[in-house]
């Protein structure tokens, strides 16, 4: 047993996503833009999802009071240091809930990757505190990629961006990450292709949708229904 580490597919403890003994090792390949729309046809996860409100919350609060602490001592001490970013596995489930609060509730985080929808498929989450350059894989596919803008977290403010493009697509893999080179030339050198959101974002603009804009307490608050508007 390989202990001590937590496998990035079933996020179950003592093994590796790359190990047998995982119940998600078998790969999950996204939908590529010619396959059917047929949702039967997307690899569903064995194992549920535990990762509830009530736990994002609580590690959430932990971490931002943790970085508040770290802040306040760093200025009592008169010493500066880099602040780590949001844990990947609370950046992921802040992505998840907004995409359950929007009315895809068929999205999990039990599964191999970021997120898995019955709706969307291979759901990619990218999550920047900063205006630094975001790193992703030369392999890995998806089928909708979403980018939550937390570069002020610490003051409550969350915008969640969806870009309707699979990393297959031409528009994708022709966007520029360096003056002379694309996502694509990069990727095929089996580099990790890294661009920021300013430089990524007019780029694909036409693709990019605004999905939410809020607090992290609005992200737990119901949205209005049918009826309640109609009546506004």
Known sequence: MEGGVVCGSCKQEGHTSRSKSCPNYKKVVPKSEDDSEDESEIISCPTSDTYSKTVLQELFNLHKNYINSRMSAGKRLGIKFRLPSIPEDISENIIKFIIHKLGDTTSTWACKGD??????????????????????????????????????WLNDKFVLYKINLTKSSDVWKSIKVKKTQTFDDQAKQGRRPRIGWKLLYPQVSEYTEKVFDGTFDDIFTPSPTKEADAEL
């Open 115 to 152: 997120l898995l929808s019955k709706k969307e498929g291979v759901q990619e989450c990218k999550t920047f505190t900063s205006d630094g350059p975001l790193s992703f894989s030369p392999t890995s596919g998806w089928n909708v990629i979403y980018f939550l803008d937390a570069r002020n």
